[in-house]
């Protein structure tokens, strides 16, 4: 579904011409994206998301090892998954701003599928939580799941953002050879 995007849908950026695989961002969608503020908040909420996900792991993992804390680790899986909802939504606001749609642009699609996953598991968690479907060690097991796909999502993040690192890196000594050659 097209939402606003001028690239066709799916998964992969176009390739340059010459092949290689294209930037991350255009020209228009990097000076969008240096200009929200949503940048900065994606930023602080990633760190502060990633600090909770480690105290809520240490205390999960505690619990399913000694059976002491269960309060604790519940309160933490419940405060994470605030923080994953946190970043969805203001996510979802970065990318409608950044490239025209609310979710699944091109340059972020697996990250945005995989992010379907780890909202359905810690959305579980939650649902698993309020009806007593799952005793407190099936709900620990279940939080652990839950942090499994969102380490592999944040790794996807990461890997994106090293990849924006390196497509700027990229232009920069072109963008000198230009100036001289002007």
């Known amino acids: 579904m097209n939402r606003g ?3 066709p849908p799916g998964p992969n950026p176009p390739a340059r011409p010459g092949g290689g695989r294209a930037p ?9 994206r240096d200009a929200t503020p ?6 602080v909420l ?7 996900f480690l105290v809520s792991l240490a205390l999960v993992l505690r619990f399913l090892a000694s059976g ?3 309060q604790a680790a519940t309160v933490s899986v419940v405060v994470k998954t605030l923080a994953l ?4 939504v203001t996510g979802s606001i970065w ?3 950044v490239f025209g749609r609310w979710l699944f642009a091109p340059a972020f699609y697996w990250e945005d599928v995989f992010s379907m996953l780890v909202l359905a598991l810690h959305t579980a968690y939650l649902a698993a939580l309020a009806t007593g479907a799952l005793d407190a060690r ?7 799941a839950a942090y499994a796909a969102y380490a592999i999502n944040a790794a996807q993040f990461i890997l994106k953002l090293r990849t924006a690192r390196l497509d700027a890196a990229a232009r920069e000594p072109l963008a000198a050879v230009r100036e001289l050659a002007a």
Do not use: C, N
């Open 46 to 52: 990633a760190v502060l998301q990633f600090a909770i």
């Open 68 to 70: 002491q804390g269960e």
């Open 24 to 32: 991350l961002y255009s020209p228009e969608e990097r000076r969008r």
């Open 38 to 43: 949503w940048t900065r908040v994606q930023g």
């Open 95 to 97: 990318e409608k701003v």
């Open 85 to 88: 909802y946190a970043i969805m």
């Open 138 to 144: 099936g709900l620990m097991h279940l939080a652990l």
């Open 5 to 7: 995007d001028d690239r």
